[in-house]
């Protein structure tokens, strides 16, 4: 770990750069908006924000997140998602998994409430599914590992995972006197999700 975190270390980034967070794949090819250098346990690092098309702006710091860039010469960590054949179990459990921005503990439950909310533009519609496919993977082509059969059972399941949170969610935001919170969300929300919070609101 000691020997990778150097190499990041040494690796200087750019503002245009395109970069991978290789423990967080299902993010997409990343571009960096802003580098600034920061010291990190007395040796020099890079603060930079970073904004990827499945997970939308953020900041990141080089000692602690294992990124790469996209166009490294021959880095087996920088190779497409679509081709390193993730294990079938691995890739399902990716799929079923809520994204971070609906479950961070560390953001708040407005925040989470909203990310929670807008997953549920996604449907079993063939378009719908697959773009939920790419977004959950960040995978070019899910259907070249799986068949459709096969992503309409996972989103099956991320359904049900989804349904669940958004009612801990809810009950949280009742239990803190938020109830602000949840009509403002549900004002701005799509339709699929309005109706699930009025069908989770009248199960609590």
Known sequence: MVGSREILRRTIFQPGDKVRHSA???????????????????QEAQKLVVTFPNHGRV????GFAPLTLANAPNPPSTQPMAETALPIPALLETLKTLPEPATDPLRSLAGRLGATLDLYRFTTEPRSLLDWAVAQTGLEDPLSHLNRHELEQAFGAFAVRRDKHLRDLLRSLRKEG???????????????????????????
Do not use: C, M, Y
Request: overall charge positive.
């Open 178 to 204: 938020q109830g602000a919170v949840i009509d403002q969300a549900g004002r701005h929300a799509n339709p699929a999700a309005r109706t699930a919070v009025s069908q989770a609101l009248r199960s609590l």
């Open 59 to 62: 900041t990141l710091h080089t």
């Open 24 to 42: 967080k794949p299902q993010w997409g090819l990343g571009r960096v908006e802003r580098a600034d250098r920061v010291s990190h346990d007395g």
